[in-house]
């Protein structure tokens, strides 16, 4: 079960990476409910490793999202809304196309 931790500012600061962005911008979407859906074509093997050693457990330490490492499931989590609400304003890293 995730912890909230830090203050809103601190929390936001985990969404900086693209990994996080995307992680909740496909949950507010509906479109992802286990880490399998996150996946990337190309590079696979090391996104998925990021995801689970870094950008999943911040996310979930933030409360933004629910993860159960067993099931490989992830869900929206108690500061889900304060999450999505700012993936839109953040910037998106150099190279890389906004989701829009």
Known sequence: MS???GTPAT???TLETSEARRTVAALTDGAVETVADLRVRGR???IDDELRE???PALEEAGYIEWDREAGTIS???NFD???AHVADLPVPDG???DD
């Open 76 to 78: 929206p989590g108690p």
């Open 82 to 84: 304060e999450a999505a």
């Open 11 to 13: 929390r936001t600061a």
């Open 3 to 5: 912890k909230t931790r």
């Open 96 to 98: 890389e196309q906004a």
């Open 54 to 56: 870094i950008h999943l």
């Open 44 to 46: 696979a093997d090391e």
